[in-house]
């Protein structure tokens, strides 16, 4: 038990130090310092230029260590800042506990400089749970709480702001406690699931990211082999659930209704695992959910649940789920699915065709690199030419927001220090958050930064053929060179122009000691995103 009075600050830190939280991540105002001054040595607090970076490197640092990031934001215009990956975060069901600043209590109804009115509404609906708590005593109790809620499946960003003067106040502290986490399914629900995967001929498995959240991707592997199941991942998956060189593995679902219709209603049977019934981008006709293809679904988001079309939905988190259902399949006397066969390898040419530049990069990555990828345009030949090993090897943003890859890169590679993390960023999502690549040279992550420079959006250019429209401004991006932005910011960098170039810079950024960008000129051709169905 816990007993003695000590400060709001001590009470935090000791909070901090109880949940497992070795670094804080944050951009200091002065409605901080208080918090801020004489920072401990045991936790380390992690420096971000501009919000949206810090949101992001606490994203990927949370991803990779499963474990609340811990953020310190600036009031008011520091949360706005911040808002976009706040999103992401919530959309990527990643653990984050934010504070805020506030100014004082004793001026707050004189609206000083650098209030925030209505603190507590400004990041909702993206937060699990907001508050300014309404006595500076409460405030350890309502990160602990805002901990909890943060780390419960689905997890998700949290909110607390918290008022100048507090710190200093007296309370009592706060001892750490253990909640479970883990959701197990109904047994009835898994029994029939079990039996429609042994009476129907054609199932397919639909895998999405909350497999590889829960780490359980080998089991996944498991009940895939045994149901002799088509694999194929759900639409925007975040992450890689299914190791995507797996005899079994049939490929990418896209998010038009129309094109995911014709995949899957080739099958009698679809089983959704860890993700929602479907995430679509563009309308059309959803055919899947006409009532001849039998759904279920395992989720740990009642939310996803209630909004599924047709079928039935477990609730349950994964690994519970999965292994009960492992348990029931019986062993079938049937061939297993052969998925799809890899394409052959692009040929060089200049300019750098984006295929050939991933296919070198698939060769050349090591086995326990992992891969952060936010370039939209390219993700369909990421697909064919750059398949993820599985388990803890890919991750991007779910909510389609640009900003995040870089950061979370970062974190991730603060998070994962023994391995190579690879950041597959385009030219105009670098540069929403760039301030991050001063964060990694400082620390000298092991970093490699691949820009795909087409010199524009391409996602958008690709959408501006799909909508059949023309002359749309703000799509080219020129005169950007990131060599000389990274370099500015300490870190080694080069420019490729020419496919005979590619491998060895490739093969010398991925050694480097540090962080190391390579900044590749691509042809500016981007394939449909969504082509229209005749």
């Not at 981008?281 to 988001?301: K, S």
Request: net charge negative; glycine share 8%; hydrophobic share 45%.
């Amino acid at each position: 038990m816990v007993t003695g009075s000590v400060t709001v600050k001590q009470a935090t830190l000791d909070l901090l130090r109880a949940f497992g939280i070795k670094k804080v991540f944050g951009n200091p105002g002065s409605t901080e310092l208080p918090f801020l001054s004489d920072w401990p040595d045991d936790i380390d607090y992690v420096l971000g230029l501009q919000e949206a970076a810090v949101i992001g490197m606490a994203d990927g640092y949370a991803q990779a260590t499963r474990n609340a990031g811990f953020v310190n934001l600036h009031s008011a215009a520091g949360v706005g800042n911040a808002l976009g990956n706040v999103y992401t975060a919530h959309r990527n069901q990643t653990p984050l506990v934010i504070i805020a600043g506030q100014q004082a209590r004793s001026i707050l109804p004189l609206q000083p400089f650098l209030y925030a009115e209505r603190a507590s509404e400004f990041p909702r609906p993206y937060v699990k749970y907001s508050i300014e708590p309404a006595r500076a005593e409460d405030v350890p109790a309502a990160i602990a709480h805002a901990y909890y809620v943060a780390m419960q499946p689905p997890c998700g960003p949290t909110f607390v702001s918290v008022p100048i003067d507090d710190w200093a106040h007296q309370t009592q502290p706060i001892e750490a406690r253990n909640i479970s986490r883990e959701l197990g399914p109904d047994p009835e629900a898994v029994q029939a699931l079990a039996t429609a995967l042994t009476d129907n001929k054609r199932p397919a498995l639909v895998v999405g990211p909350s497999i590889d959240r829960a780490q359980a991707v080998d089991l996944m592997v498991q009940v895939a082999e045994k149901a002799k199941a088509a694999v194929w991942v759900s639409p925007f998956s975040s992450r890689c659930s299914f190791p995507e060189r797996h005899s079994q593995f049939a490929g990418f679902l896209n998010a038009s209704p129309a094109q995911l219709s014709d995949v899957l209603c080739q099958y009698d049977l679809v089983v959704v695992i860890g993700a929602p019934v479907f995430t679509f981008h563009v309308e059309g006709d959803a055919e899947i959910f006409d009532g001849y293809t039998r759904i279920f679904q395992i989720t740990d988001d009642p939310a996803a649940a209630a909004v599924t079309p047709s079928g039935t939905s477990i609730i349950a988190t994964m690994k519970p789920a999965l292994t009960m259902l492992l348990a029931l399949l019986p062993e079938l006397d049937c061939e297993a699915f052969q998925g799809r066969t890899l394409p052959p390898p692009p040929k060089a040419a200049d300019p750098i065709p984006v295929d050939f530049l991933l296919h070198t990069l698939s060769t050349l990555m090591p086995d326990s690199a992992v891969l952060v990828e936010e370039a939209p345009s390219h993700r369909p030949l990421m697909h064919k030419y750059l398949p993820m090993r599985g388990q803890d090897s890919f991750y991007t943003m779910a909510s389609g927001g640009l900003g995040y890859g870089l950061p979370a890169s970062v974190g991730i590679a603060l998070g994962r220090p023994d391995i190579r993390t690879v950041c597959l960023i385009g030219d105009g999502s670098a540069m929403y958050s760039i301030q991050a690549l001063w964060t990694a040279a400082r620390r000298k992550l092991p970093l490699t930064v691949i820009v795909l420079n087409n010199a524009g959006y391409g996602a958008m250019r690709s959408f501006s053929q799909v909508m059949q429209v023309r002359n749309v401004p703000g799509l080219e991006l020129p005169g950007i060179d990131f060599v000389s932005i990274a370099q500015g910011m300490g870190c080694d960098a080069v420019r490729v122009e020419k496919a005979s170039e590619l491998a060895p810079a490739l093969l010398r950024a991925l050694g480097h000691d540090g962080v190391s960008l390579v900044e590749v000129i691509v042809e500016s051709s981007v394939p449909l995103l969504y082509e229209k169905k005749e």
